[in-house]
């Protein structure tokens, strides 16, 4: 996922990095290698280490224990005015005395650029986000997406290999949002600096990121492109968060090539085993999941589970349906347009083919920090 | 909630009451001021302009006005720099703590001036301060003191510290982000415990009294041992000067301090 872009971004390498506050472990041995030039997303719920892992590296927060190298030197102990990271902050932190332009211009004031220089960059910069016209106002006179531009050519005006950002469009609205993260996107692409963004929300991750590390109780449960987290997530955590899915809880009963599970008197299998003593539950995605009306025949479909319509969502280019299972849980199930549709309350059967099926240990006690 | 008329007289009234009351014996100095006979009689007789002619060319008079505004105006600069420190230091420490030092701190101005002036007296005889700039300009600091800390600290209150963090981000060491970002943003504070700690020592008398000698006086000394020895209407005439003075200097810094500064959020 990282092309030809000439690269001038920094790698990172975080090895075994803990940070403790008191008895709490924020972070408990994170090891994270980013590539030079990539946009990495580290993702997870409120909590999880991420926002610390980030003021780890801005140099904000500092270390118990581990390694942190940036751009091939060691910065542990680096106080963060001198590590020349760019850091986007949530909440934009402008500079209320300082017009537009001189706050674009401070961290070049402060490196002693001459001031021709400095007005061509600044100009650079702002043009880069589209705020070229807002020089001379103040922030106060700014919208919130407005002024997250505005910090956005602050952090890059300098070109600093690294540029982190911190939740940056979490107080902005959905339409914004999704603008604005095209555009980082885009500055992204121009820049060619190494990239690290922190959020909750895993659809913008997946939007934004080469690669995503979901966090979860100050570890990392899994690293890897979007597609990777979606199609095999290593834990149920990663599994639930992102992305919809479905979770079989049962009876578990595993022979030589393949696991049942007993679910409310029916029986599913899926033609592996998991690993180790964990009990197994199944994952499954929503448009892996089909549902028949009872007795209709099912072609290619190895498992079948009774269940009731329990909501109807129209999505415009599909239905999502939520079905209540005899076992009280509930599974999500996209089916296309074209496809028969469902009533509320109506009874089926929800279909799956046992090889689509994630067997994955339960560690649903390890999630209760999920939103 | 619509107000009857009658409500509304009666409360106009009552805030005119106590706007005279409050008002009236500072605006009794004015006409005195101008009395054609060396009283200080009220209503005065006559008029003329003697007074003030009086208070410009006696040096009695001028030289202890320059002297107030000799010490007013180091003891402000010194407890303003002092006070922004002590306010700062206050606000970046463990609440516990910081709370034991601020209280310690505003003492002088819950102390009666009385007990704090036999202690500075005592100790001055002996530092042989009595009656020297230093020793007045000591003296008044630690009245001026808690009032720089009070503004100070409350313009703190409402900073973003996370400016700092920002400012440490794109290069700024501690010096420079409080010159260039903390500074500017409590200057309005630092401003108004300027003025306070100005007029703190400019009016200070129950200290003063204690550590004046003849050589040094400052001016509300000189108007106290002037209305004890003789009446001399040139008290009231410096009054009306100080009222103006006082007036516009406080009336100026409330608008540009009330003012929405550009920019501001």
Redesign the interface.
């Known amino acids: 996922m990282k092309p030809e872009r000439q690269s001038k971004g920094a790698a990172i390498d975080l090895e075994s990095i803990s940070k403790a506050y008191g008895g709490f472990k924020a972070l408990d041995g994170i090891s994270l290698r980013i590539e030079p030039g990539e946009f990495m997303t580290l993702l997870g719920p409120s909590g999880s280490g991420k926002t610390t892992t980030l003021n780890v590296v801005a140099g904000f927060t500092d270390v118990t224990s581990g390694k942190l190298v940036v751009g091939g030197k060691s910065v542990v102990g680096v106080p963060a005015h001198k590590r020349n990271i760019g850091v986007v902050f949530q909440h934009y932190a402008l500079f209320p005395h300082m017009s537009v332009g001189r706050n674009v211009a401070y961290p070049l004031t402060l490196r002693g650029v001459d001031q021709a220089q400095r007005k061509a960059r600044v100009a650079r910069a702002l043009d880069m986000v589209k705020m070229g016209d807002f020089a001379h106002r103040y922030p106060s006179e700014l919208s919130g997406g407005q002024q997250q531009r505005v910090a956005l050519a602050r952090a890059i005006v300098f070109d600093p290999p690294l540029l982190l950002m911190d939740e940056p469009l979490g107080a902005l609205d959905k339409k914004l949002r999704e603008w604005l993260q095209l555009e980082i996107k885009r500055i992204h692409r121009e820049l060619g600096t190494t990239f690290v963004y922190v959020t909750h929300d895993q659809e913008e991750a997946l939007v934004l990121s080469d690669r995503i590390a979901v966090f979860n109780r100050g570890r990392i449960e899994q690293v890897g492109t979007g597609r990777e987290l979606y199609d095999e997530p290593k834990t149920l955590f990663v599994g639930r968060f992102v992305g919809d899915s479905t979770v079989l809880r049962g009876e578990a009963r595993s022979d030589g090539a393949s696991t049942a599970l007993r679910i409310a008197g029916e029986t599913v299998t899926a033609p592996r085993r998991i690993a180790g003593e964990a009990s197994p539950v199944m994952l499954l995605r929503p448009e892996k999941l089909a549902i028949r009306r009872p007795g209709q025949s099912a072609v290619g479909t190895t498992n079948r589970l009774p269940g009731t319509i329990a909501e109807v969502i129209y999505l415009g280019s599909g239905s999502k349906y939520e079905v209540r299972l005899a076992d009280g849980s509930t599974a999500i199930v996209r089916s296309p347009l074209t496809g028969e549709s469902f009533g509320l309350g109506e009874t089926v059967e929800l279909c799956f083919d046992g090889a689509d099926a994630k067997l994955l240990a339960d560690d649903s006690t390890a999630d209760a920090t999920l939103t | 909630m619509e107000m009857k008329p009658l409500t509304r007289v009666i409360l106009g009234l009552v805030c005119l009451l106590v706007a005279i009351w409050l008002v009236a014996p500072t605006l009794v100095v004015v006409p005195m001021s101008f009395n054609g006979n060396k009283s200080l009689a009220f209503p005065p007789q006559g008029f003329s302009w003697q007074w003030y002619q009086n208070f410009l060319t006696n040096p009695d008079w001028s030289s202890s006005f320059l002297n107030s505004l000799k010490v007013a105006s180091i003891v402000a600069v010194l407890a303003t720099v002092l006070g922004t420190l002590a306010a700062f230091g206050l606000d970046r420490m463990k609440a516990r703590p910081a709370n034991l030092l601020r209280m310690l701190m505003l003492t002088p101005m819950v102390v009666p001036g009385v007990v704090l002036a036999i202690g500075i007296y005592a100790v001055y005889l002996d530092a042989r301060l009595v009656g020297t700039l230093v020793g007045f300009v000591l003296a008044h600091t630690i009245l001026a003191l808690p009032f720089v800390l009070i503004a100070v600290s409350a313009s703190l209150e409402v900073f973003?510290r996370?400016?700092e963090?920002?400012?440490?981000?794109?290069?700024?060491?501690a010096l420079?982000?409080f010159r260039?970002?903390t500074m500017?943003?409590i200057l309005p504070g630092m401003l108004s415990g300027l003025l306070f700690a100005f007029a703190t020592s400019f009016d200070e008398i129950v200290v003063s009294l204690f550590i004046t000698n003849p050589y040094l006086k400052t001016l509300p000394v000189q108007i106290f041992s002037s209305i004890t020895r003789d009446a001399d209407p040139t008290v009231a005439a410096v009054g009306t000067i100080l009222l103006c003075a006082t007036t516009i200097l406080i009336g100026g810094g409330m608008l540009l301090l009330g003012r929405e500064?550009?920019?501001?959020?």
């Open positions: 973003d996370r400016l963090t920002a400012a440490a981000s794109l290069g700024a060491g420079t982000t260039t970002v500017p943003l500064p550009k920019g501001r959020q």
